[in-house]
């Protein structure tokens, strides 16, 4: 799984990085078809904006975007709704089959 982190306005930490690659490890571990993950951090008026777009195997694009006060929280959020976006994905494929 190929990450890449990138900030708009914002600088991105090794603290920061260190984070967002222990969640993705948690989080999108289970799947196995991730080709690459790019998370976008960006600052809007005092509001936290992560973005984190995930390009997998069959043609699987998912993208999920979540604004907060907190950079952290932004992040997290951000990482569990492309996870859930990911369990549907994969469970539409695996359940077509009655």
Not at 14 to 25: F, G, R, W
Not at 31 to 58: K, T, Y
Request: glycine share 4%; net charge neutral; charged share 30%.
């Amino acid at each position: 799984m190929q990450v890449s982190i990138t900030g708009r306005h914002v600088t991105v930490t090794d603290n920061v990085k260190a984070h967002i690659n222990d969640k993705l490890e948690r989080c999108l571990g289970v799947f196995p078809r991730i080709e690459s993950v790019r998370v976008i951090l960006d600052v809007e008026a005092r509001v936290q904006v992560s973005e984190v777009v995930i390009q997998g195997a069959n043609h699987i694009h998912v993208s999920a975007t979540e604004k907060s006060e907190n950079l952290y929280d932004a992040i997290d959020r951000s990482i569990e709704h492309a996870e859930r976006q990911m369990r549907k994905q994969r469970d539409k494929i695996q359940d077509h089959h009655k």
